[in-house]
């Protein structure tokens, strides 16, 4: 049997160097001696092991075999402790030997809490065992024996203790299990009437079995909670089948999902709660729902909470109605009023400025874990060797690890043979020259698409014959719909005709075309929101119908996804199998989706001003989504034929959900709050020139109030009014990005001197070990030199 690398290396002391030298940190003989010591004084008289350990002391010193010398080319007392130090210093150890360690564990522990020991014996007559030669394989009576001091140890430790030293112990987890099964003890049992009966006893263990209980009702209720989200097991599946580029995009709606959520939260707590505590006096009765509602918005759907004018402007806990002068009411003594347009400009804007805050820092983690490393060398032997978890025994946790790390291995391997073929010169120029005319078809055709929503949405203003009809108002957002749906159909043929050598760059490119496209459309449908549609509708609620307009495209654009999920993947997936007689499926367009997720997103951020509750319709919106495209994915997509790591696509990701998207809703509900007039007959900002004057009232109302409140004042004009403070909080998040991605580019610096370093550490252990004349390599990788040491 192979023994440990510490015992090889182990010199037996003398009784002459036992005061002199300390313990070493390899000398793992002096645990076993210490052990055995203590159940000699636990089992035997003083006398009779003396005799013993005499008899032991003949033996050892007649035979001579139980110790092992040192060989004659030692080692230094450096290169020693480094190897002791080493996970190849256990190797050989037997189960008692483990045991024997951590029972000496335990007791140091109990001796620093001052519990008492396990019998009431002398310290002082314990001698010194490391003279004698223990055996290293005790047989299985000692084995128990020492098992079940360790089991009484354990017992006297604390919970948090005890399962710390268990999950530190190098046994299997039977044994682990086996042990904390034994070590657990009732806690209603008082010490010294363990062994006696009685009302404390069947009190202790009714209790401990109410805690039993209640904690297995805890556990069962997580597990029950995880199995409900519906990225738990089937983000892990889609992860081993179609690997990290297909699963960034279930990642990634699980991030607007959490978004979503948040912004949602502030705007029930704040605008839709309060409003529907108190709600407002309808201005006549209440329509007849027809079911068309749930598709266009209008109808019984306009006078709810759903919508901007349902919402008053008056102060929602006074006994007054709403004024129709516009005055506001005169405030109880002892209070301040919930002032409704307040508390609705002022919420959407802390919402805003918390997914601000939220979506930087998102980013900037995600740009930190991605481009952390900053390489793949070297991960090819740790990804084969080193990936399984061992504590995996469900045969489909296993089926799916297997999945996992057969993929990944896929990816890493078509990324390095990416760098192994680099293109020719001719290449090069006939591929820049497909990519020029391929970008100028893509920006024609956005440019295209722009002007035809345009010249319609015009068309659709001159004819109010139209207008009046509720089913016309989805002709706008079905044609924009289906331009959506058409056109990154043709960004995808044109780019199958581009040699591309790299996925990901692909990816990368089919993503700036169809941004491109979603941006030209929005820019044209924010104009003619808030430039045509507020001219027409000067004497109406018109952010009512911007807020439906937005709740239509919204629906719409899931409708046209459903579709395109029936007919682009199923239908092609069996026209292909049973006609065509392929095999072949189709593959999970990346690009294309997940634009259609930042593009939707977009649309919640533009709608949240005149729908407080569009972020609900969003999040329902996300949910299925998830289980319609999962399920697609799994019944008729096929892995991409040319696997790629995408280990930066999140962050790629969420740097467009950022900029392009976030960026441009803020400016758009900035221009309204600031440069639009509210409408007159709706709303909480009807008296009002614009919506941002609301804060502009109740400050002078404020002011004249009393003193108690003076410095709510003072903070609206030096915090909210002064653009230096919206100026230096935007500093301040750039500053902010900057630093973290200066940190990153340093600790990739670092990692890549520490990389350097441990290789030249690994030439120079290569040269001290191999004989005199053996070649010795010049360059040593990091995953070949961990095994080095690892077996060495």
Known sequence: MAQPLAFILDVPETPGDQGSQEPSPYDESEVHDSFHQLIQEQSQWAAQEGLELQQREQEATGSGQQTLRRPEG???????????????????????????QYYSRTVQLRRRSSRPLLGNFVLSARPSLRLYDLELDPTAREEEEKQSLLVKELQSLAVAQRDHMLRGMPLSLAEKRSLREKSRTPRGKWRGQQGSGGVCSCCGRLRYACVLALH???LALLSGLQALTPWRYALKRIGGQFGSSVLSYFLFLKTLLAFNALLQLLLVAFIVGPQVAFPPALPGPAPICTGLELLTGAGCFTHTVMFYGHYGNATLNQPCGSPLDGSQCTPRAGGLPYNMPLAYLYTVGAGFFITCITLVYSMA?????????????????????????????QKRASRLQQDNIRTRLKELLAEWQLRQSPRSVCGRLRQAAALG???????????????????????????????????????????????????PYLCRVLAALEPHDSPVLEVYVAICRNL????????????????????????????????????????????????????????????????????????????????????????TWLGVLFSPLLPAVQIIKLLLVFYVKKTSLLANC???????????????????LCFPAFLGAAIFLCYAVWQVKPSSTCG?????????????????????????????????????????????????????????????????????????????????????????????????????????????
């Open 74 to 100: 030692t080692q230094s007392t450096a290169t020693l402790r480094i190897l002791a130090s080493m996970p190849s210093r256990t190797i050989g150890r037997s189960r008692g030997a483990i045991i024997s």
């Open 216 to 218: 297995s009702l805890g």
């Open 365 to 393: 983690h995600s740009f930190g874990e991605s481009y952390r490393v900053g390489s793949t060398s070297g991960i090819h032997a740790i990804t084969v060797f080193c990936s399984w978890d061992y504590k995996v025994t």
């Open 437 to 487: 005319l391929a970008w100028l078809l893509c920006l024609g055709t956005a440019l295209g698409c722009a002007v035809a929503i345009h010249v319609f949405s015009e068309f659709l203003i001159q004819s109010p014959e139209a207008a009046g009809q509720e089913a016309a108002l989805l002709v706008l957002p079905l044609v924009v719909g289906l331009l959506n749906l058409g056109a």
């Open 516 to 603: 491109i496209l979603k941006l030209a459309i929005l820019g044209t449908l924010c104009y003619h929101w808030l430039g045509r549609r507020v001219a027409v509708l000067q004497d109406q609620c018109w952010e009512d119908f911007v807020g439906q307009e937005l709740y239509r495209f919204l629906v719409m654009d899931f409708v046209l996804m459903l579709l395109d999920t029936l007919f682009g993947e199923l239908v092609w997936r069996i026209i292909s199998e049973k006609k065509l007689k392929r095999r072949r499926k189709p593959e999970f367009d990346i690009a294309r989706n997940v634009l259609e997720l930042i593009y939707g997103q977009t649309l």
């Open 638 to 656: 096929q892995a991409p034929r040319r696997p790629w790591l995408a280990s930066h696509m999140s962050t790629i990701f969420l740097t467009l």
């Open 684 to 792: 909480p900002f009807r008296t009002l020139d614009s919506m941002y004057e609301a804060g502009r009232v109740w400050v002078r109302y404020l002011e004249a109030a009393g003193p108690r409140v003076s410095w709510l004042p003072w903070v609206h004009r030096y915090l909210v009014e002064n653009t230096f403070f919206v100026f230096l909080v935007s500093a301040l998040l750039l500053a902010v990005i900057y630093l973290n991605i200066q940190v990153v580019r340093g600790q990739r610096r670092v990692i890549c001197l520490l990389k350097e370093q441990i290789s030249n550490a690994c030439i120079l252990l290569l040269g001290s070990a191999l004989p005199p004349g053996f070649p010795v390599p010049s360059h040593c990788g990091l995953s070949s030199c961990r095994f080095l040491l690892w077996g060495w």
